[in-house]
């Protein structure tokens, strides 16, 4: 290790701060309120945070700024952190803790990119409490130690690990487009119902709370156009973090955005989704949802739903549509568990025509597209966390 690094520990160099309880509103009341569901995807998405009340002198006591370092202290996510990088109109949630460099030897840039790295999570998952909501308090986040380098040496690493987040976030935007487009056809189609040569259909009460539906469509149950198959946990002997079996998933707990990530294997399980099924939570939190990858062993917090006919992408934008809002059944009730003949009796407006097939069409590239860039995104992230790990750990120099 240079000279110019120096061992310390973070409780050494920042201050820490918990963050606001108060309760969100999806109405433009205050500042938007950042909890720990909005740091969990790659990038935080401002537009989906929601608001909240806050009188003035608090909010100035909680407002965030660009070059801020917030981590989440409670549950599967504890560890999970992220600088901001954009000044936005913000609090932080008071399951968030906000890092603050004690002085200007620090580099905000690199100091956030070492705390949202997988050399940071290591740690947390290592020490925080086998409790049944996982806590990394204060305490156990300040003792985390690592290799400082020089001011000047921080500020070229963040300059290069910067280029990788920032093509990381270009892929996120495109992905969210390409999201914002199929749904927006969806919508139009499926929802008010303008789809091509709707001038000539006739509109008739459905006779459910759907209320008027095109003639000729339907409200039918998923069991009638769609393979649903439950989630049964093998044994846990049989699991493993060796790559050995296939990926294992048990619940939420490795959803991303839209793809579940690969940390968990077993070597036996006979509940399985294939590539491109929906994957659906029917434990709490109830209504999640993301798309398999590859052949995957579904444990008992999960459900796979496959349409029939291969219409698979029509399946997944109706889902979307239907579960805005998270844990519950579209209908506002929310679920501590759904069970196989509830989710088989859920209504969709359906209809088994050329226009879901040429939704089906349309739509199809864009989810391919998301594919791609989703698989993109994680060869970087890869390529970005290694090279810190090396570069902090000393195993790489960063040459002028």
């Known amino acids: 290790m240079k000279a110019e690094w120096r061992k310390v520990k973070l409780g050494d160099v920042v201050d820490m701060q918990y963050g606001y309880t108060t309760t969100s509103s999806s109405e433009n009341i205050g500042p938007k309120y950042l909890r720990i569901t909005d740091i969990s995807s790659t990038y935080i998405d401002w537009s989906s945070v929601p608001h909240c009340k806050i009188e003035e002198k608090k909010r100035q006591q909680y407002a965030l700024k660009k070059g801020d370092i917030v981590v989440a202290r409670i549950g599967a996510s504890a560890g999970c952190a992220k600088l901001i990088r954009h000044n936005v109109d913000s609090i932080f949630a008071s399951y968030l803790i906000r890092i603050i460099p004690k002085n200007k030897d620090v580099n905000r840039t690199f100091f956030g990119l070492l705390i949202e790295s997988i050399i940071f999570k290591k740690f947390v998952n290592s020490t925080k409490s086998g409790a049944a909501q996982p806590q990394a308090n204060a305490p156990l986040l300040k003792s985390f130690e690592f290799n400082l380098p020089n001011n000047s040496t921080q500020k070229r690493l963040a300059h290069v690990i910067s280029s990788y987040d920032d093509l990381i976030e270009n892929n996120e935007k495109r992905i ?40 000729e469509w339907e409200v039918k149950p998923l069991s009638s156009f ?79 739903i496959k349409e029939k006919k291969n219409r698979q ?12 809002e998270k844990d519950m059944l579209g209908n506002g009730a929310i679920y501590k568990s759904i069970n196989k003949n509830e989710l088989e009796k859920l209504g969709f407006i359906y209809l088994d025509s050329n226009v879901t097939d040429a939704f089906e069409n349309i739509a199809t590239p864009y989810l391919n597209e998301i594919r791609i860039l989703s698989k993109n995104i994680r060869v970087l992230s890869d390529i970005r966390d290694l090279m810190i790990e090396n570069l902090i750990t000393g195993i790489r120099r960063l040459n002028n």
């Not at 969210?176 to 040569?197: H, S």
């Not at 490795?254 to 659906?280: C, H, M, Q, V, W």
Request: net charge positive; proline share 5%.
């Open 176 to 215: 969210k487009t390409l999201e914002e487009m199929a749904q927006r056809l969806y919508t139009q189609w499926f929802v008010k119902f303008k789809f091509p040569g709707h001038e000539k259909i006739k509109m008739m009460d459905s006779g459910t709370t759907f209320g008027m539906i095109p003639e």
């Open 313 to 324: 992408t029509f399946l997944i934008s109706m889902f979307l549509n239907r579960f805005t």
């Open 226 to 304: 769609a393979k649903i198959i439950m989630g049964q946990s093998p044994q846990s002997k049989f699991y493993n973090q060796r790559n050995e079996g296939l990926p294992f998933h048990q619940g939420v707990r490795d959803f991303g955005s839209i793809f579940p990530t690969n940390k968990i294997y077993s070597t036996s399980g006979n509940r399985l989704a294939e590539a491109n099924d929906l994957l659906f939570s029917v434990r709490a939190p109830v209504g999640r949802l993301n798309i398999a990858t590859e052949k995957i062993i579904l444990g008992r917090g999960l459900a796979s």
